[in-house]
């Protein structure tokens, strides 16, 4: 079956790093995505990775291992505002996204 | 309009009762989904569709349906609406021009069935 994987909540300082895992098992594989949702609100696109590496953007960084079905999400400086769940996707070889069920962030000052 | 709207906000409905939710999206993205998001679980696909004219079942769709007579919208109808079906629904579009045909998403109904 298809599945994805992720820390249910983690919790960081102001100021500090999280990184926040991901796997994943899917029949066929067409891109990573994270998005970030806030309480309430709509998913919000944060990533994406297709290859393997490193995508920087800014404070949030995304890596992609397609031979272990791995990614993470890496956040930086963190600040208050970033507290959210975090939602990791995966695309199958039907084009369809699979979902984990999110991790939530807290961030403590 | 600026992005993909959503109608009502929120509902709560009588078990049995016939429901639409509302999805317009002013991008002109050829393609539409709608999830269903429950605690403790990911986002769940009901109903797809990758054009005006077709559309597809995700991985949830008794109890629903959905139509797509043009390109802005995407209705998610519940013939007879069951408590199980409380959820929030999100809508979303995407591009599939585009090489990362990336899903945004409308702001949700929150749907509670009695």
């Known amino acids: 079956g298809q599945n994805i994987d992720q820390p249910t909540e983690m919790t960081a300082t102001e100021g500090a790093i999280v990184q926040i895992n991901c796997t994943y098992q899917?029949?066929?594989?067409?891109?990573l995505f994270w998005y970030q949702q806030h309480a309430g609100e709509a998913p919000t696109f944060l990533s994406y990775?297709?290859l393997d590496g490193l995508e920087e953007k800014g404070r949030f960084s995304s890596f992609l291992s397609r031979s272990k079905g791995y990614s993470y999400l890496l956040l930086k400086e963190l600040q208050m505002k970033d507290s959210a769940s975090y939602l990791c996707?995966?695309?199958?070889?039907?084009?369809?996204?699979?979902w984990g069920a999110g991790t939530k962030l807290i961030i403590k000052p | 309009i600026a992005g993909i709207t959503q109608a009502p906000t929120s509902q709560i409905l009588a078990a049995g009762r016939r429901m639409t939710l509302r999805c317009t999206q002013d991008?002109?993205?050829?393609?539409m989904y709608w999830y269903r998001q429950d605690l403790g679980l990911g986002l769940r696909l009901i109903h797809y569709?990758?054009?005006?004219?077709?559309?597809g079942k995700g991985e949830v769709p008794d109890g629903y349906s959905v139509s797509r007579a043009n390109t802005d919208d995407f209705p998610l109808t519940l013939a007879s609406a069951v408590p199980s079906q409380t959820s929030v629904y999100f809508c979303?579009?995407?591009?599939?021009?585009?090489?990362?045909?990336?899903?945004?998403f409308g702001p949700g109904t929150r749907l509670t069935v009695l």
């Open positions: 569709s990758n054009t005006a004219g077709t559309t």
């Open positions: 979303a579009s995407s591009d599939t021009g585009d090489s990362t045909d990336t899903q945004y």
């Open positions: 991008m002109r993205h050829n393609a």
């Open positions: 996707a995966a695309r199958d070889s039907n084009y369809q996204l699979i």
């Open positions: 899917t029949s066929g594989f067409n891109g």
């Open positions: 990775n297709v």
